[in-house]
């Protein structure tokens, strides 16, 4: 299984982006889908899931402002970042799970087995 992040970059405060995470050796609809992010000298926190079911789910710091969703025939999930703000930047890993998650184990980095390179997003005027 392999994952591989990309769409990171340099963006204004407000700003767009759009992450992408490509899976290969597996089924994506098999698995459940995490994107993670680590700023430096923070721990590494959960941002948003996609269940092997298709529900997403976001954590409260970026609920409204970005879209998960997941693309079968190009076996690829994406994160829309819409709104960005400074404390946005870090670098956005997408990780992968065989089957379903539940409750906050979705945003519990221990639950996932495979994880991509990871992007880096930095938000600065």
């Known amino acids: 299984l392999l994952l591989v992040e990309s769409g990171g970059g340099l963006v204004q405060p407000g700003g767009s982006l759009r992450l992408s995470c490509e899976a290969s050796g597996i089924t994506l609809d098999d698995y459940s889908i995490g994107w993670f992010r680590q700023a430096p000298g923070k721990e590494r926190e959960g941002v948003s899931c996609?269940?092997?079911?298709?529900?997403?789910y976001y954590a409260g710091s970026v609920e409204g402002r970005f879209t998960i969703s997941r693309d079968n025939v190009k076996n690829t999930v994406y994160l829309q970042m819409n709104g960005l703000k400074p404390e946005d930047t870090a670098v956005y890993y997408c990780?992968?799970?065989?089957?379903?998650?539940?409750?906050?184990?979705?945003?519990?980095?221990?639950?996932?087995?495979?994880w991509g390179q990871g992007t880096q997003v930095t938000v600065s005027s």
């Open positions: 990780a992968a799970r065989f089957g379903p998650l539940y409750g906050s184990s979705r945003f519990d980095r221990s639950n996932y087995y495979h």
């Open positions: 996609i269940s092997s079911t298709g529900n997403t």
